[in-house]
């Protein structure tokens, strides 16, 4: 992956060969963002459509590249990116079908506070709505107890855990799984996309400045290509090593050789 340490390539040359290199990225790995792998293993659902969505989001970002005005925006979606990314590398690193199905659980929590909203706007009245409010609520008493705090409220992620906290329990359990490069990278990305996300006074301070805003757009453009590049292709590998293990051969080879060899060419100015 590469990192924002990188020298002796300006940030324009950056731009151009992270658009470049994922352009490529995007084009191989279409069979397998299409494809339904064999396997009904929770993580390797989890991991079908967080890859998909990746690849969705890596997609919006390359074509936001066009313009770096449009960094800011960029960053907000690598942001997401970063938080799917990590939270596998969390499950992989812990115990990734418990966490899967954990993840898949959380589901009925966040369905129930749906519902509430729905009671609270009288928006129950069709006999479908009222169908699913019904099967949701007879799930989330299933699953509840397992997502309750000491204190009687509930988990508002589904580990309890925002990406700071995957990346500890990572740090520990697998502590050469990120380079410190890595994580100082994948930490300040993480920090840049939720100060651009949210109405946040320092990030809103630098349009007080048109020198200032240019220098901020470009910079945000090229942290955002270069982790989302970093990140789908980790995905990426992760995705194929899990196919393959569900298929019992090895699948896609030829797609995860040629990633490598992009990342080989990203990390190499």
């Known amino acids: 992956m590469a990192t924002l ?7 324009t040359d950056l731009i151009e060969k992270s658009k470049r290199i994922i352009s490529e990225l995007l084009a191989i790995t279409h069979p397998i963002v299409i494809q339904v792998p064999i396997g009904k293993s929770a993580f390797l659902r989890v ?18 590249s066009d313009d770096n005005i449009l960094g800011s925006s960029a960053s907000i979606l690598t942001r997401s ?49 009222k169908e699913s409010v019904a099967e ?23 580990d309890g855990k925002d990406v ?4 500890r329990d990572i740090k520990k ?22 100060r651009k996300a949210h109405f946040n006074p320092i990030d809103l301070m630098i349009y007080f400045d048109e020198d200032a805003i240019k220098a901020s757009y470009e910079q945000s453009m090229v942290e955002a290509l270069l982790v989302a590049l970093g990140m789908y292709i980790r995905l990426t590998t992760r995705y194929i090593d899990e196919i393959s293990a569900n298929a019992g051969k090895n699948t896609y080879h030829v797609i995860a050789k040629r990633t490598r060899e992009l990342l080989e060419e990203m990390d190499n100015n």
């Open 47 to 64: 991991m079908e459509t967080s890859y998909r969505r990746a690849y969705h989001t890596l997609a919006a970002i390359h074509r936001l």
């Open 164 to 167: 700071d906290g995957m990346l």
């Open 136 to 158: 949701i609520d007879k799930e989330y008493e299933r699953v509840k107890a397992d997502f309750k705090l000491s204190d009687g409220r509930y988990m508002r992620s589904w």
């Open 173 to 194: 359990i697998k502590p050469k799984l990120f380079s410190k490069e890595q994580i100082k990278t994948i930490s300040r990305a993480y920090l840049m996309g939720n």
């Open 81 to 129: 990116m970063l938080e799917d990314s990590v939270s596998i590398e969390y499950m992989l690193a812990t115990d990734k079908e418990v966490k899967a199905q954990r993840f898949k659980d959380f589901y009925f929590v966040q369905a129930k506070e749906d519902n509430e909203y729905i009671k609270e706007q009288g928006l129950t009245d069709h006999p479908d709505i």
């Open 5 to 11: 340490e990188d020298e002796g390539i300006s940030r």
